[in-house]
């Protein structure tokens, strides 16, 4: 039985993000929710979750000593496969623009920005609750997914990647922006799977069998 390990860094989805995941899996991959960075460094895929600042979380990450090296270990060193949700997403990027500067994994080039109602009052930020993708690519995690199909969202701000080659989908909300990211074994979405009912259990399914 394959190892998923669901990084524990005090991320406020992690419990939800935890079920949505052993229901995915079906009892054909064992989800070990841990900072230990000897077991990370040996699972054979990686999520992590986030919700929150990007400051805050990347702060947070960086306290449990020996996570993230041992994350790179196994992601760029291995090649197993790995999912950001949300702000977990995010933190993929070079930098976040949230209260300053802040430096993010850097595995996917670009910025995480705050998203723009276009002028628009009607358009409320943040961006809560269901829309729909726009622009699946044919990334082989998202198969499950197709335009038009709708998946929850709750944040402010977004990751804008410098090559949009690195786009997997994006969603509309006052202006176009990435719904989901990839880039070779790595991926990342910006809703919430846990809380996408049928759409985020399809994806999290295909993830744990996503060989790239």
Same mark, same amino acid.
């Given at each position: 039985?394959?190892?998923?390990?669901?990084?524990?860094?005090?991320?406020?989805?992690?419990?939800?993000?935890?079920?949505?995941?052993?229901?995915?899996?079906?009892?054909?991959?064992?989800?070990?929710?841990?900072?230990?960075?000897?077991?990370?460094?040996?699972?054979?895929?990686?999520?992590?979750?986030?919700?929150?600042?990007?400051?805050?979380?990347?702060?947070?990450?960086?306290?449990?000593?020996?996570?993230?090296?041992?994350?790179?270990?196994?992601?760029?060193?291995?090649? #197993?496969?790995?999912? %950001?949700?949300?702000? *977990?997403? &995010?933190?993929?990027?070079?930098?976040?623009?949230?209260? /300053?500067?802040? =430096?993010?994994?850097?595995?996917?080039?670009?910025?995480?920005?705050?998203?723009?109602?276009?002028?628009?009052?009607?358009?409320?930020?943040?961006?809560?609750?269901?829309?729909?993708?726009?622009?699946?690519?044919?990334?082989?995690?998202?198969?499950?997914?197709?335009?038009?199909?709708?998946?929850?969202?709750?944040?402010?701000?977004?990751?804008?990647?410098?090559?949009?080659?690195?786009?997997?989908?994006?969603?509309?909300?006052?202006?176009?922006?990435?719904? #989901?990211?990839?880039? %070779?074994?790595?991926? *990342?979405? &910006?809703?919430?799977?846990?809380?996408?009912?049928?759409? /985020?259990?399809? =994806?999290?399914?295909?993830?744990?069998?996503?060989?790239?």
């Amino acid at each position: 039985m394959q190892s998923v390990a669901l990084i524990n860094y005090g991320s406020g989805n992690l419990r939800s993000a935890e079920k949505a995941l052993v229901r995915a899996a079906d009892g054909k991959s064992e989800i070990v929710v841990t900072d230990d960075p000897d077991v990370i460094a040996r699972a054979e895929r990686i999520v992590l979750p986030g919700v929150g600042a990007f400051a805050a979380c990347m702060e947070a990450l960086q306290a449990r000593a020996g996570v993230i090296e041992a994350m790179m270990e196994a992601v760029q060193g291995k090649g #197993a496969p790995f999912l %950001g949700i949300c702000v *977990g997403m &995010q933190l993929l990027a070079s930098r976040g623009l949230e209260f /300053g500067e802040t =430096l993010g994994l850097d595995w996917i080039s670009g910025d995480v920005r705050r998203l723009s109602n276009g002028g628009d009052s009607a358009i409320k930020i943040p961006h809560m609750g269901w829309n729909d993708l726009i622009g699946v690519t044919d990334q082989p995690l998202l198969t499950s997914l197709k335009d038009g199909q709708p998946a929850y969202f709750t944040h402010s701000f977004a990751f804008f990647p410098k090559d949009e080659r690195d786009v997997a989908a994006y969603v509309n909300h006052g202006e176009k922006f990435p719904a #989901a990211v990839a880039r %070779g074994n790595v991926a *990342g979405v &910006q809703f919430h799977p846990e809380k996408s009912q049928t759409s /985020g259990l399809s =994806l999290l399914a295909r993830f744990l069998e996503w060989r790239p």
